[in-house]
């Protein structure tokens, strides 16, 4: 297993065990619609994370560096 996701893991029974015992609200939504689409928009971020990783820019050349001048620009 990742290390990154046990140690998340442990964080969240942290933070839910630290709410509840202290008496305080959970930062996340309390019924099963609400975790669900928690989980569902974590899901959606990593797998674009991966899919954008694997694919190169295609308009690299138009974006701006530090400067803001594009290749276009410096030929």
């Not at 959970?26 to 619609?33: C, D, F, G, M």
């Not at 928009?41 to 308009?59: E, I, N, Q, V």
Request: proline share 8%; charged share 10%; aromatic share 8%.
């Amino acid at each position: 297993m990742n290390w990154k996701f046990c140690v998340g893991l442990l964080l969240g029974f942290a933070i839910g065990l630290g709410c509840r015992w202290l008496g305080i609200p959970v930062p996340a939504p309390p019924v099963l619609v609400g975790a669900s689409l928690v989980v569902a928009m974590t899901s959606g971020y990593l797998l674009a994370d991966k899919f954008l990783a694997a694919h190169p820019a295609r308009h690299r050349q138009n974006c701006g560096g530090p400067s803001g001048d594009t290749q276009e620009k410096l030929t």
